[in-house]
C-alpha cells in the first residue's frame, strides 16, 4: 500500500496521462482491499470454534448507529473480507503470477 501510495503522489507533479491514473487506481484499490483484508483477519475476526461454520455475514456492531443506507453500504465493502486470495501482491509477482 506504501508503494502505491508513494507512486501516486509522484505522479501528482507529472501530470500524467489518463491511462496512468487509472492503472495507479486499480493498483490503489488491490492493496487498499489487501490492506483491508488482512487488518479485519488480525486483529477484528474472531477466532472461529468448531461447532459450527464460521460464514462472514458483513456486520460489525459498530454499524448500530448508521443509517439502513450507509449500513448497507459498509456490508457491501466486506464482501471478500476473508479472502486470503487478495493477500498476493499480482503487481510484484507479474500479470501470469498465480494467485
Do not use: K
Not at 507512486?7 to 496521462?17: M, V
Not at 488482512?38 to 448507529?65: F, G, K, N, Q
Request: a negative charge; hydrophobic letters at 30%.
Amino acid at each position: 500500500m506504501r508503494d502505491a501510495v508513494t507512486e501516486a503522489s509522484a505522479r501528482l507533479s507529472d501530470t500524467p496521462g489518463s491511462d496512468a491514473w487509472f492503472e495507479l487506481a486499480e493498483r490503489l484499490h488491490r492493496a487498499a482491499r489487501r490492506l483491508g483484508s488482512a487488518t479485519y483477519c488480525l486483529h477484528e475476526w474472531m477466532e472461529p470454534d468448531d461447532d459450527r461454520a464460521d460464514i462472514d455475514d458483513h456486520v460489525s456492531p459498530a454499524d448500530s448507529p448508521l443509517n439502513p443506507r450507509e449500513r448497507q453500504q459498509r456490508e457491501a465493502r466486506r464482501a471478500g473480507r476473508r479472502n486470503i486470495r487478495l493477500w498476493s501482491d499480482a503487481d510484484s509477482e507479474g500479470p501470469d503470477a498465480p494467485i
